[in-house]
């Protein structure tokens, strides 16, 4: 499994947009790059998932450069709710998800 | 459609004694996974199920852990003897049987396991 790196917390003001950056260096060739998110006291929760570009969903976009060795989660105008650990996730099978520390987001009014 | 259900949500036990977790997976999901989480840390796989065989048991500590998922959808986690340092939140997830990008895995809320 490509091992993955993101900053351990970050802070941010309702209202902002909130970039989450992972690196991955090592990704293989099939690999793809998942985002879990986890509120206190419940189960992660997917997120988004891409494989090269950008994803968007309802929640959040997905940046992936051409190289693919880093990624970027964009949450916009983020809210009190989306207070949380925001995880990284890069494979090529759902199967065994190595899922590291996570990022702290903890937004503030 | 109801999501993945574990029970107990809490548990409370002295160190030498057994204990086990109960879950029941999304209906349909035919992939069922045991995680650790110890607090500050992400979720740690223990145990993967693909229908009833175990086909990722490798980070399971047999000698005092042990699951089951007889007929393909409920499964059971035991431990027996739990020890001071199996305190921890052991979640459940569940997911399609698909070895595409179709393979979100669906969380329950955890069993947090505290032993004294």
């Known amino acids: 499994l490509a091992k993955t790196t993101q900053p351990i917390s970050m802070d941010s003001y309702e209202g902002q947009e909130v970039n989450i950056t992972c690196s991955h260096n090592n990704i293989a060739t099939n690999d793809y790059i998942t985002w879990y998110q986890q509120f206190p006291s419940q189960g992660p929760r997917f997120i988004i998932q891409g494989y090269k570009t950008k994803v968007t969903n309802e929640v959040a976009s997905l940046f992936i450069p051409a190289d693919r060795k880093s990624s970027t989660l964009s949450l916009p105008r983020v809210s009190l709710s989306d207070t949380a650990v925001y995880y990284c996730?890069?494979?090529?099978?759902?199967?065994?998800?190595?899922f590291g520390k996570g990022t702290s987001l903890l937004v503030t009014p | 459609e109801a999501g993945v259900v574990q029970s107990p949500r809490y548990k409370i036990i002295e160190k030498k004694q057994p204990v086990a977790f109960w879950c029941n997976p999304i209906s349909g999901h035919n992939t069922l996974y045991w995680y650790l989480q110890n607090l500050g840390q992400g979720p740690e796989l223990l145990i993967r199920y693909e229908n009833e065989e175990a086909v990722d048991d490798s980070q399971l500590p047999k000698d005092r852990f042990s699951a089951e998922r007889l007929k393909g959808v409920d499964s059971t986690l035991k431990i027996q003897p739990a020890e001071l340092g199996d305190s921890a939140v052991y979640l459940c997830?569940?997911?399609?049987?698909?070895?595409?990008?179709?393979?979100?895995?669906?969380f329950g809320p955890g069993t947090r396991l505290t032993v004294l």
């Open positions: 996730l890069v494979g090529n099978s759902g199967y065994a998800l190595n």
């Open positions: 997830a569940s997911s399609l049987d698909s070895g595409g990008i179709d393979n979100e895995q669906f």
